[in-house]
Each structure stands twice: as structure tokens, then as C-alpha cells.
């Protein structure tokens, strides 16, 4: 027997378990709640582990495809889409049919969708299999959550409430670091394959321990002291409880996207450092709802759940504006904690709003997929318009906090006044602290009423336009027309893109070559122009060892052994027909020590012949200044998070190059060694001469693919070739022991 009902009679429905029951059915019923609750944990786990693997690769593999931001959003917001439109509909039919069916239909579907890549290894398959992927997800996880509201009672309701939200963050944290694995040789049939196996345990767990009939519609007779707590919210405060959840996974869903790229611009540059600080709010609400779910319960559950969100609202608005990493820990330990606090206690809060247990679970699911939908495309818009993601933190942070006001008001409605007036206030104070938001738009610069900021990603990092033009409309346009050079550049010129330029040569290799495009033919030329200017050194070739992931932690022996497949010189270029060709099979280019500038160049093509008068075109540390203001460039320090000195430039490129971006650090001869991405040909092994180099061009294509050379070089024999075949060009070295060189031509610096 079930306290949910098994084929529920007509007029009947089942209660909680009542304190008159005998000590042996009570045990009975006890034991088969674990067993039912157990499958539910265990296969909703399951499952969120596999799709939190597929949800962290396929970002990835746009990228590595190059098929554009468009694709990227789109699978994304498919995704949660899906689950926004199912999951009410999933709750309701287990209300009608029952829990069973609906989730052992969807895990099997988890089951066989992926093996439709295989079939259909296309990308706009993928789309339609993430998007049906999304179905499945938001099929499960409302209907499970429904059964455990169906079969909790009492005070150990916000507990197993907690203990299965702990769970889900721990699919949450694992379902990436599994993807990563899976991912690491850039192939996502693993990824697929190991998303088919978790969704069987998922199907077998719901099959075999999920008994036939179990209904999710139940009558309760509360016990009191939960019926206090509730202040009357149970049946009457659903809306105001669902207004503070999607507030809340709308600030989850940013800080997923946009914590990362705060981190990176902020303080780190290593992504293993920018991974385990990102993972930090997650981590402590993983640990915190497993370890205290249930014994940290007010008597107001409402207030307790608005106090939670609260919490973790503040924390992520100060995040902001965080000065020190440790703060920056600080409060993302603070969003965590706040959703310790508050998840269990709203999901009991919902559990008890209605009999339906299905169709409320199903609401607060669609509530939180379209916050996960919404969120992120709002905080896009702003962070486009801003070029801040702190400001992105500090508006979510407001939203999140005014959007569970009114649960609080309503919570504390017996004790002050009715409900009405309740809803009312609570209403006119989210009003007021969203109104705020408005006040927090960054200011223009006093003199710089003509500059206009604009943002995206690209080339695996953030690019920024600022532009002085003769008014908003001018430069939005041209802007927006910048963005689309920049990203069909970097999809023509990504080795990675199997149908770019690039990886159709490297496609080719051994064999008769292929046509490229005309941009990316002039880029070859230049970069082999560059390998002849400085014998060797800047060698596009190096792609051989470079296009395998993580090449710079592997064996050296890895590297050394395809030091013949690495000389530009061999690299035959036919001009009447376009066509590049690489004579050995194993030999591959790579142009990313030159194509960033490249791209840099293009965009300021476009924004000058579409009315831009002056700017900066900025994308990871490289710059163009153009136009006849003079610019004032900050130079990175190596080792400090702060800057080493500024310079003034006027139609320059200005691009750097370090061991700091890419890098490992292991122990050779007792010592530690820093392995980075730039690796010297002469040795096969990562430069040494210096550990930092900026370099201020002609055009922003010159400067990359110097930078880069400088840094290999050093600063005795990289002033020889500057004088001898770059006249024009000047560059500023920082040593191993941090002290600093300069050629003669680099403008004035200021520490």
C-alpha cells in the first residue's frame, strides 16, 4: 500500500500517512515510501547526469564546429524550451494516469534519441535531438518531484525535499566534469553513448521500483504545526511562491553564463581556476542540502524560503562589483547557502499549495525553465549594451530579491493583514526595487557622450567595440555589421571548423589540397611571409602538434615526434585556383598566433566604412585604435592581477602574448615548470626567454603574429629581427625574473 492512491476510486482520495495507524503498517508503508522515493532520487540523478553532460558539451561543440552563437542559443534555449512546455502537461497527466508511465516513457526516450546522432550525424539533427532530449528532462523531473510531494508527510518533507535538490546539484556539478572526460578527444559519441547508459539505469530504477497506478492527486490532512507554518499559503500564495522560483533560476541561469566570463576578465586566465570558482555556489548548496537538508526550519516556511532567495540575490549583486577573489568565494558560498535555506522549505510550501501534486510540481518546473530561458537572453541583451558583466550581476541580483518580496508579504499576511494588502505591498516594494535597477545603468563619461560600447563572443574569448560615431543609430549598425565579420572570420579561419578554410586544408593533408577563400588565402600568404621574415620562429605549421586538445600538457615525446610534419616551407599555395596543399599527410595549420589581429583588422574595416569616425576594436588583450583620438592602452602584468603600465597609441594595433593564458604547471628537476601554448620549434617545448610581450603595429594582423614571435625570441634576437624587418613595429618584453625591455620605437610608458 502507498499513501498515494493506487487507481484512485472516484470519490476517494488518499491522505498522509495518520498518526492512528498501527506500528506495523505504519512500517510497512514507511519501507515502501523509501523504496518509491529511492527510485526517484536515484533515476531523476541519473538522468540530470547525463543530460548536464550533453547540456556542457554541445556549447562546445558549436564552437569547435564554428556554428555560430545563432546554433549555440538556439540548442540552449530549445532545451529549456521544451521543458517549459512539458513539463505542466507532464505533471498533469501523472495526476490523471499516473507517475509511472510518464517517467519510464520518457527515460527510454533519453534511451534512444541519442542513438539518432549516429544514424544522423548532423548538426541540425543535433538541434532537433536536444530539443526532444529537453522533452524527456522535462518530463522527469517535475513528475518526480510530484511523486515525493504525493509521498511526503509531516516535518520530513522540506528533508527529502533537500536530499533530492542535493542531489540534482550534484548531477548539476558532475554532468559537466563527466562531459569534459567524455569530451576531451573532441568526439561527442562518447558524450552520447554515456548519456544513453545513465537514462537506462534511469528507466530501469523507474520500472522496476515505481509501482503501476501510483497517482499524484492526493487530498492531506496537514498536521498542525506544518499547516501553521504555512500561514495560510497552502491553495492561496502558488503565484507569489512561483513569482520568487523563477527569479531565483533566472539569477541560477546567468551566473551560469556569465560567472565565467566575470572571472576571466576579472582575475583568472587559467579556465581550471575560472571552473572551480564558478563551481563554488553549487558545491556548497550541493553539500549543504545533503548534509543539514530539513534541520534548518523556521516556523514560517514562507519567510524562510523569500529569506533564502534574498540571500542569494544580495550575494550575487555584490558579486558585481568584487573587488578580491576571496570575496568573490565568499559570496558565491553565499548563494549556495541561500539555497539551502530556501529550496527545500518552496518546495514543500508547493507541495503543500495544492491536491494536484503534478500540476503544481509541473507550474514550478515551467516557471524555472523559462527563467533559465529568459534570464540568460536578457543578460545577453544587457551585457551586449554595457560591455559589464558586473552590471548583468548587479540587475539579477535586484531581480531576484523584488521578485520574492511578495512571498514574504503574503507569508506575514495573518499576523499584520490580509492577504490582499499583503500582495499589494509586497507588490509596490518589488515594483520599487526593480525600478532601481533602471538607476544602475553605468554612466557616460563626462567628454565621451559619442562613445558607444558593445560586446559579444568570439575566438573563444570576449571581443568589445568602443566607437565615436555621429549617433546611436550609426553605430549599432555598424556595429552590429562588425559582429557579423567577426564571426564569419573566425569560422572561416578555425581549424576546428571542418568546413572553414582552414579545416578543409588540414582535411586534406597529404592529398591535392583545397580552395579556400580569398581572405584566408591572403592570410596564408602573410603568414608564411612572417615564418621567411623570422627564419622559422612564427611557423603556421606548428598545427600538427597544436590541433590536438591540451597539446602543451602532454609528453614532450608527443610533440617531438612531429617535428617533421612542421615547416612552412612546405606548404604549396597556387594562386589561379586558390587552392592550398599540404604534401604530408599528419602535417595541419594553424593560424591562431596571427588570426585574431587578422579578424581585429576586418572589423575595423567595416566600422570605418559604415560612418564609425573613431575607436577600439578589443578582443582578449588585442587591440586596433583608430581614428584621430589618441588612445590610452593598459598593459597586463604576468604575474600581478593588475596592470603593468599604460600607453598612448593612435592607429596602432596593440597585441600581447604570455605564458599566462594557457598553461600547466608540473615539476621538472624539483623545481616547478610552467608548460604554456606557445611552444619554441627550435626545442618543441614551450619559450622560456620570456614570460610576457606586448607589441605595438601597424595593423592589429602584424602585432599578433609578432607577439607571438617576440615571446619565443626574446628580447636580443627579437630587436634584430624588428630592426632588420619591421621597422615599423616596437615591442616591450617581461623576463623570467620580471624585469622589463623595451625596443627603441616603443611609445612612452607609464607604470
Known amino acids: 500500500m502507498f499513501p498515494a492512491c493506487m487507481k484512485r476510486p472516484a470519490s476517494s482520495s488518499c491522505a498522509v500517512l495518520r498518526r492512528t495507524e498501527s506500528l506495523e503498517n505504519r512500517m510497512d508503508r514507511m519501507g515502501s515510501r523509501r523504496r518509491v522515493v529511492t527510485a526517484i532520487m536515484g533515476g531523476g540523478f541519473a538522468s540530470s547526469l547525463g543530460l548536464g553532460a550533453l547540456s556542457f558539451v554541445l ?37 490523471r494516469f499516473g507517475a509511472r508511465p510518464v517517467l519510464v516513457w520518457a527515460s527510454l526516450s533519453g534511451v534512444l534519441l541519442p542513438l539518432l546522432f549516429f544514424l544522423f550525424p548532423d548538426p541540425a539533427w543535433l538541434l532537433l535531438i536536444q530539443f526532444l532530449l529537453g522533452i524527456s528532462g522535462g518530463l522527469i523531473r517535475p513528475v518526480s518531484m510530484a511523486v515525493i510531494g504525493a509521498l511526503g508527510h509531516g516535518d520530513s518533507m522540506a528533508r527529502t525535499f533537500g536530499h533530492h535538490a542535493a542531489l540534482m546539484n550534484a548531477a548539476f556539478f558532475l554532468g559537466p566534469i563527466a562531459g569534459g572526460i567524455l569530451y576531451f578527444q573532441r568526439s561527442f559519441s562518447p558524450v552520447m553513448i554515456f ?17 503501476e497506478g501510483l497517482i499524484t492527486h492526493v487530498q492531506r490532512s496537514m498536521d498542525k504545526p506544518v499547516a501553521e507554518a504555512s500561514n495560510g499559503i497552502a491553495g492561496t500564495g502558488l503565484f507569489e511562491l512561483l513569482l520568487a522560483i523563477g527569479g531565483r533560476t533566472a539569477g541560477v541561469a546567468v551566473l551560469l553564463a556569465f560567472l565565467p566570463i566575470l572571472l576571466a576578465r576579472n582575475f583568472f586566465e587559467n579556465p ?15 553539500a549543504g542540502l545533503g548534509l543539514f537538508s530539513g534541520r534548518f526550519v523556521f516556523g514560517n516556511r514562507g519567510v524562510q524560503a523569500s529569506l533564502g532567495m534574498f540571500v542569494s540575490a544580495a550575494c550575487m549583486f555584490f558579486m558585481g562589483d568584487s573587488p578580491e577573489i576571496w570575496l568573490f568565494v565568499a559570496l558565491g558560498a553565499g548563494v549556495g547557502i541561500g539555497r539551502v535555506v530556501s529550496v527545500p522549505v518552496s518546495m514543500e510550501l508547493a507541495a503543500l499549495s495544492g491536491a494536484a501534486q503534478g500540476k503544481v510540481f509541473g507550474l514550478a518546473n515551467g516557471v524555472a525553465s523559462a527563467g533559465f530561458v529568459l534570464g540568460p537572453l536578457l543578460a545577453g541583451f544587457l551585457a551586449a549594451k554595457t560591455v559589464d558583466p558586473g552590471y548583468v550581476f548587479r540587475v539579477f541580483g535586484l531581480v531576484g530579491a523584488a521578485l ?17 494588502v499583503g500582495l499589494g505591498v509586497g507588490g509596490m516594494l518589488m515594483i520599487a526595487l526593480l525600478g532601481t535597477g533602471l538607476l544602475l545603468q553605468p554612466e557616460t563619461p563626462e567628454g565621451q557622450e559619442n562613445l558607444y560600447t558593445y560586446g559579444g563572443a568570439a ?5 568589445h567595440l568602443t566607437l565615436e560615431a555621429p549617433s546611436e543609430a550609426v553605430a549599432d549598425s555598424a556595429a552590429e555589421k562588425a559582429r557579423e565579420v567577426i564571426a564569419a572570420l573566425q569560422r572561416d579561419y578555425d581549424f576546428r571548423n571542418r568546413h572553414g578554410s582552414i579545416g578543409r586544408i588540414n582535411l586534406h593533408a597529404g592529398g591535392r589540397g583545397a580552395r579556400v577563400s580569398a581572405r584566408a588565402y591572403a592570410l596564408l600568404q602573410h603568414a608564411l611571409d612572417m615564418g621567411e621574415k623570422t627564419n622559422g620562429i612564427f611557423d603556421v605549421t606548428i598545427g600538427a602538434v597544436t590541433v590536438t586538445p591540451l597539446y602543451f600538457a602532454r609528453s614532450e615525446a608527443v610533440a617531438e615526434a612531429k617535428r617533421e610534419l612542421i615547416d612552412y616551407r612546405l606548404v604549396r599555395m597556387d594562386p589561379a585556383s586558390r587552392t592550398v596543399m599540404l604534401p604530408k599527410s599528419g602535417m ?9 589581429g587578422a579578424v581585429i583588422d576586418g572589423a575595423v574595416e567595416v566600422l570605418r566604412n559604415n560612418g564609425v569616425t573613431a575607436g577600439i576594436v578589443e578582443a582578449g588583450g588585442d587591440f586596433y585604435c583608430f581614428g584621430e583620438r589618441l588612445w590610452t592602452v593598459g598593459i597586463r602584468h604576468p604575474r600581478q592581477d593588475r596592470l603593468l603600465g599604460h600607453i598612448q597609441v593612435r592607429e596602432k594595433g596593440v597585441c600581447g602574448s604570455g605564458d599566462y593564458y594557457q598553461y600547466v604547471v608540473d615539476v621538472h628537476n624539483g623545481r616547478p615548470r610552467r608548460r604554456h601554448h606557445i611552444l619554441d620549434i627550435a626545442t618543441m617545448r614551450s619559450a622560456t626567454r620570456s614570460v610576457g610581450v606586448t607589441v605595438v603595429a601597424e595593423s592589429a594582423e602584424r602585432a599578433d603574429a609578432l607577439a607571438t614571435t617576440m615571446l619565443i625570441a626574446g628580447p636580443d634576437l627579437g630587436r634584430s629581427l624588428l630592426r632588420k624587418n619591421f621597422p615599423h613595429a616596437s615591442a616591450l618584453w617581461v623576463l623570467p625574473d620580471l624585469s622589463i625591455q623595451v625596443s627603441k620605437e616603443f611609445p612612452a610608458f607609464e607604470r
Open 59 to 95: 556549447p562546445l561543440f558549436g564552437v569547435d564546429a564554428s556554428l555560430g552563437d545563432i546554433w549555440i542559443g538556439s540548442a540552449f534555449s530549445g532545451y529549456f524550451l521544451a521543458r517549459l512546455v512539458l513539463a505542466p502537461l507532464a505533471g498533469m497527466w501523472a495526476d
Open 195 to 211: 548519456l544513453c547508459l545513465t537514462m537506462a539505469v534511469a528507466a530501469a530504477l523507474f520500472f522496476w521500483l515505481v509501482p
Open 272 to 286: 581550471l581556476a575560472v571552473g572551480l570558482v564558478t563551481s563554488v555556489p553549487s558545491l556548497v548548496a550541493c
Open 404 to 420: 520574492c518580496l511578495p512571498l514574504a508579504a503574503v507569508s506575514l499576511t495573518p499576523k499584520i493583514y490580509s492577504r490582499k
Open 459 to 463: 575566438m573563444g574569448t570576449m571581443f
Open 588 to 596: 595541419a595549420i594553424d593560424v591562431g598566433g596571427i588570426a585574431k
